[in-house]
């Protein structure tokens, strides 16, 4: 049932791969991911905490189920969303499982690709912020798991290979990260109980999409604030995600390549 539910899913997030919102605002993003973009509606979270800071965004999406920067790079109709120009911040998300793979697969299969997205993406906005949104880890560890490689067969492993591969895309293209996955490790162990997944262990939940959509604003803008949007969580969980998210971003900096 799961797996027919994951099928149905993938096809549904390919029937929606471009959505725009208000257009002529001053902000411009564009968003190439998958369902970890598509899940609880991420770039609407983004956009309506941008309202409560008195800013003005507009997205675009490119969102496939199950799709990776490789697979994008195939699709037309993306390279001319790309090719538009004028983005403003182009936020890049690749499959969940591909940055974890053995060192050689990564070098292989994802950063070619992400050098070209990058690519793209400069050449026909030359004044663009690049930001790798990095994801997190399964559950329970790796849902494909590799013969031999058992690094990623747990939790703690998977966000390790995860953080490390996509650090190595930010500096290797002079892009920004945002440290989604990151902040996910520090709310799984400073607050247990709080439910970040989806019920097939690996896509988020509300309160993970909340997370998520923090640490990418806080990326972005690189400046304390408290928005009043709180996804119709409680409010001490958007309070404590809020905070702890700026709190990952501000103080890390550097090791997120961004520069102020």
Request: hydrophobic share 40%; with cysteine; net charge positive.
């Amino acid at each position: 049932m799961g797996k027919l539910f994951f099928i149905l899913l993938c096809i549904v997030i390919n029937i929606c791969t471009v959505k725009a919102q208000n257009i002529n605002d001053s902000i411009r993003v564009l968003f190439i991911g998958n369902s970890y973009t598509h899940f609880n509606k991420l770039p609407d979270d983004i956009q309506k905490i941008a309202a409560t800071q008195k800013i003005k965004l507009s997205y675009q999406a490119c969102i496939r189920g199950g799709y990776s920067f490789k697979k994008h790079l195939q699709k037309p109709e993306e390279i001319e969303i790309i090719k538009k120009g004028r983005w403003d911040f182009v936020i890049l998300q690749e499959h969940s499982e591909a940055p974890a793979k053995p060192t050689k697969v990564v070098a292989q299969e994802t950063y070619p690709y992400a050098r070209i997205l990058d690519s793209l993406v400069h050449i026909n906005s030359p004044e663009v912020h690049v930001i790798f949104y990095m994801t997190w880890g399964h559950k329970d560890g790796c849902l494909s798991p590799i013969a031999d490689y058992p690094i990623i067969d747990t939790y703690i492993g998977m966000q390790e290979r995860l953080k490390t591969s996509y650090l190595e895309m930010t500096y290797q293209n002079n892009a920004w990260c945002a440290p989604v996955g990151m902040v996910w490790q520090q709310v799984r162990r400073e607050r247990p109980d709080y439910v970040l997944y989806w019920q097939d262990r690996t896509h988020p939940s509300p309160l993970g999409t909340y997370l998520a959509a923090n640490v990418i604003f806080s990326t972005m803008f690189q400046k304390p604030y408290q928005t009043s949007y709180i996804k119709g969580l409680q409010v001490e969980q958007a309070e404590y995600i809020q905070q702890t998210a700026q709190k990952m971003v501000l103080s890390n900096l550097r090791l997120l390549n961004i520069n102020r």
